[in-house]
């Protein structure tokens, strides 16, 4: 038997303007889109497929996500508001095909109040469905394309703000970095700072991710991931998943900066304090993790895409986070 959910009394509930509850059952298809503020535009925000555990879990996820997309939106001066599609994955439903153009089709009766594209546990079949059965779905490959590299770049800028704010330079040769999650964003910041001189630890919980980062750049010092937080550098950059920095975990870090990709790094708002008092530095990830967003809501400029124009918002990331650190 299904619990009912009451939404406005969930912790993660924050006036959120609308919230879609999208099921069809023959194709296999759980859904919620969460729309939490348009006063700056039309919702936007990536659709997230996982195997969550109950369908509260996965409506708590939508909810915080949407919130958060909603200050990167803002923080990144772009005319959207925040939004979020989360999908209940099943690893067994052979009709995924189906699942992704039903929910496509639930996108399409939000009429452009919602425009969406690729989060975690998407593949790139996944997003071709979406394409086709919705003209509201951005991050296209043919035009604006992979958003990671822009969400690793916007980063590694929000990282030099940072190092200037706490060292008084933003030399990155011979500083210490520790990496959690080298996947597509992870990975490309890893790159970023090893060209530059960085030293670099990372984890993940992938052998294969970390033995093609290995390949790459040799000079990388791999730890495991129950240990990547604890480590003594400079910076802590966590580009897995989120909720991590809690009670228990924070006063067990050693890096004098928190700067990751990763989305909802914070377990509650409470943390954010506490990292605080721990004087330790976090950057929002809102903000840090917004060039994939910059990216991709390029792809709706009247003038149309430019990557130039995206490059210099993505480097506005690094003034933004100045003005925020001050
Ligand atoms: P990804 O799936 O490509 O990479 C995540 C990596 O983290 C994987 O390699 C996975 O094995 C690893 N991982 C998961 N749990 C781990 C753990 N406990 N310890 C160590 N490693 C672990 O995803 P991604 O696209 O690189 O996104 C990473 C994070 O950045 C997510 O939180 C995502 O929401 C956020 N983000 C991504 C983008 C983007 O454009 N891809 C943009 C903004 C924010």
Redesign the pocket.
């Known amino acids: 038997m299904t619990r009912r959910l009451d939404i406005a009394n969930l912790p993660e509930f924050d006036n959120h303007e609308a919230v879609v509850y999208a099921v069809d059952e023959k194709v296999g298809l759980r859904s919620f889109i969460a729309i939490h503020n348009t006063n700056l535009g039309p919702a936007t925000g990536?659709t997230?497929y996982w195997n969550y555990i109950s369908e509260e879990e996965a409506l708590r996820d939508a909810l915080r996500l949407s919130q958060a997309m909603t200050y990167k939106c803002a923080l990144s001066r772009v005319p959207y508001g925040g939004g979020k599609g989360v999908i209940i994955g099943n690893s067994h439903n052979p009709r995924k095909r189906h699942l992704f153009a039903a929910y496509a089709q639930r996108v399409n009766i939000l009429n452009g109040s919602f425009y969406t594209g690729?989060?975690?546990g998407l593949t790139a079949d996944n997003l071709r469905v979406l394409e086709k059965e919705s003209k509201f779905v951005i991050g296209r490959e043919r035009i604006a394309g992979?958003?990671?590299p822009?969400?690793a770049r916007g980063v590694y800028y929000a990282i030099l703000a940072a190092l200037q704010a706490v060292f008084g330079d933003s030399e990155i040769s011979g500083r210490m970095f520790s990496i959690?999650?080298?996947?597509?964003?992870?990975?490309v910041l890893c790159g970023l700072l090893y060209e530059r001189g960085g030293k670099v630890h990372v984890?993940?919980?992938?052998p294969e991710?970390v033995k093609s980062i290995k390949r790459k750049y040799p000079r990388v010092e791999v730890v495991k991931?129950s240990e990547?937080h604890k480590q003594k550098v400079d910076v802590y950059a966590p580009?897995?998943?989120?909720g991590e920095f809690n009670k228990k975990t924070i006063p067990q870090l050693r890096s004098q900066i928190i700067c990751g990709?990763?989305?909802?790094q914070l377990a509650s708002q409470e943390d954010g304090e506490r990292l605080h008092s721990w004087d330790i530095l976090y950057v929002p990830?809102y903000l840090a993790?917004?060039?994939?967003?910059i990216n991709v809501v390029a792809e709706l400029d009247k003038r149309g895409y430019s990557r130039r124009r995206v490059e210099k918002k993505v480097r506005g990331i690094r003034t933004t986070a100045k003005k925020i650190i001050e």
């Open positions: 990536g997230r690729e989060d975690v992979n958003p990671s822009w969400a959690k999650g080298v996947g597509k964003v992870g990975s984890a993940d919980i992938a991710k991931s990547i580009c897995a998943l989120g990709g990763a989305n909802n990830d993790n917004a060039g994939g967003l």
